[in-house]
């Protein structure tokens, strides 16, 4: 724990010097992946077999990590005579990716050592490949053991792993020497005892927050939103949903393998509930979109990885949404800088992106995430990553209770919302102008909240039966994205960093005026809800189609249809 609070006060130190929104930096002693914190209540079983297989997800620092904060602030500051410029993938990678000589020169050397390298991408940032231990630990400097917790055998790393002295400087992260280190996302549940939806539908939410295809009937059309999440959905799930509520969908959906094919509707409860959900909010609330479901046969890190890299270089994508995260404490500072970088090219490109806060409150390490918490710390006070990070709008949650006509009779702080601040990211300049702060030097969470109350649920088809009603902010991460679609829509070209919008209201001093709904009511734990910005709801609810008008216009993005592409499943 010394050591992660050493690392985030080097970065925080760059971030003052330069004057940036904060990217973590380049780890200056070489580790490309840290000890996962889990081993020091876990029982040692033994070495790792030699034969075993592990993947390795090998991420390159930037060559120039300024020249991209820069061009990233300024494509996303409205203040900007190039607000809303963004690049293309392919354009990214041209001007800001490692040179071609340098990806193959680390290619090279890891295939040289008799690892296969099985993924390679266009942007030059990612490497994917498969090592036996014996590899891993000779080409890395480390051991890869086996451990027993709470009955499950896993493998990790019970020493640092190393950059390779020839790659030093070039290779700044590298993934998957455990399995411990997963993702979580479990949305709350309440059971139904009914064979009719109990909860929220698509038509409620809408309304109650005044969305764009509620006002003006902007569907979504033309936005291409992705999903990223592990585990498949079933196709009948889907149209059951939609006929019970009467959507009709002029989109696409499509699923998108990740690393290995995904058995559909794999196959128990809590699995691939979450992305039912994620789905069924999407497709519903956005009818318009194009909808690409990214999925991993498995929460691991790794997986979610491979992910990122794979939605940030897909042209086809605008908005992205994920409910998976971790307890940002517990997380590798090398991992959460690669990604963090891999979120900064969407921004740059113009992509939206939304992730969970957390359904923890204010203490995201809870008994459930990962299990019994940080070791020595059962429930400390945290935030949730990738929602900690500053190019990723972070979805909170609230109480909702609707009236008869479905407008808002009441809406609170939920107690479950994710919130507080960073350890890892200095404050970012969207919210150096907010004065009711946790904290003036790192990235405060949530950026914004809908209904996430497990009492005031929303509807979920699964498995074919009505039985389960749900909440968390799983509900409210796909459902900013598909409110993000339908003003896409509207605009007629992407939006980028969702944030731009969201504190426009304090650079033009009009909030929350008639487009946010300030919650001033509530508590998520240690951080109540109070008038201004607070770190349990963000800056509150939206009155969609209001907030869609406050939104600066941007002044050189492209239009939506210029970047289509044909693509088969």
């Known amino acids: 724990m010394k050591w992660f609070r050493s690392f985030a006060a080097l970065a925080l130190a760059v971030f003052a010097l330069s004057g940036k929104s904060p990217a973590l930096a380049l780890s200056a002693d070489g580790i490309a992946a840290s000890v996962p914190q889990f081993e020091s209540v876990a029982t040692y079983v033994g070495p790792a077999p030699a034969t075993q297989k592990v993947h390795l997800v090998v991420f390159l620092a930037y060559p120039n990590q300024a020249a991209v904060d820069s061009f990233a602030q300024t494509v996303n500051n409205p203040d900007s005579t190039s607000y809303g410029a963004f690049m293309t993938p392919d354009q990214f990678a041209a ?71 020839a790659l030093k400087g070039i290779v700044m992260a590298v993934s998957g ?44 059309s033309g936005v291409t939103i992705a999903i990223e999440t592990a585990y498949d959905y079933l196709d009948n799930d889907a149209s059951g949903y939609w006929s019970a509520f009467g959507v009709k969908r002029t989109g696409y959906l499509v699923r998108k393998f990740v690393d290995d094919p995904v058995p559909q509707g794999l196959p128990l409860p809590g699995q691939s509930d979450e992305t039912t959900l994620d789905m069924e909010q999407t497709t519903s609330n956005a009818p318009g979109a194009n909808v690409i479901v990214y999925e991993g046969v498995d929460p691991l890190n790794s997986t979610f990885d491979d992910m990122y890299e794979q939605t940030v270089i897909d042209p086809r994508v605008d908005v ?51 299990p019994d918490g940080l070791p020595g710390q059962p429930n400390p006070i945290t935030v949730d990553f990738p929602s900690s990070s500053p190019w990723v709008g972070a979805a909170g949650g609230t109480t909702l209770v609707l009236n008869a006509n479905r407008s808002i009779r009441s809406e609170s702080a939920w107690s479950g919302g994710g919130g507080g601040f960073s350890q890892f990211f200095g404050l970012p300049r969207y919210q150096s102008i907010v004065q009711t702060l946790a904290s003036t030097k790192w990235r405060n969470t949530p950026d914004v909240a809908l209904d996430a109350d497990p009492n005031t649920p929303y509807a979920l088809f699964y498995l074919g039966s009505w039985g389960l009603a749900v909440g968390g902010t799983s509900c409210v991460a796909p459902g900013l994205a598909a409110m993000y679609a339908q003003i896409d829509q509207y605009w007629g070209h992407r939006l980028g960093l969702s944030q731009t919008g969201l504190y426009n209201g304090f650079r033009t001093r009009t909030y929350p005026g008639v487009a946010w709904h300030d919650i ?31 939104i600066p216009r941007t002044r050189s993005a492209l239009p939506l249809f210029v970047r289509r592409a044909p693509w088969h499943r």
């Open 520 to 550: 001033v009511s509530g508590s998520n734990g240690d951080y109540n809800a109070h008038p201004g910005y607070d770190n349990a709801t963000g800056v509150g609810s939206l009155n969609g189609y209001r907030y869609m008008l406050q």
């Open 320 to 370: 992205v949404t994920t409910s998976w995260g971790s307890c940002e404490a517990g997380s590798d500072p090398n991992e959460v800088a690669a990604d963090n970088d891999l979120f900064e090219q969407g921004a740059a490109e113009g992509q939206t992106r939304f992730a969970a806060a957390g359904d923890n409150g204010s203490r995201d390490c809870g008994t459930n995430n990962p």
């Open 95 to 165: 001007t800001f990716a490692p040179s071609p000589s340098t990806y193959s020169t680390v290619e090279y050397l890891i295939a040289g050592a008799g690892i296969q390298v099985v993924q390679t991408y266009a942007n030059r940032k990612v490497i994917d490949a498969v090592a036996t231990v014996a590899q891993a630990d000779a080409v890395f400097h480390t051991i890869i053991s086996q451990y027993r917790y709470r009955n499950v055998t896993y493998y990790a790393n019970s020493v640092p792993a190393l950059v390779p002295s």
């Open 177 to 220: 020497f455990n399995n411990f280190a997963q993702h979580f996302a479990q949305p709350p549940q309440v059971n139904n005892p009914l064979t009719t939806p109990l909860g929220y539908g698509p038509r409620d939410i809408e309304t109650a927050y005044n969305e764009p295809i509620h006002a003006g009937g902007w569907t979504g």
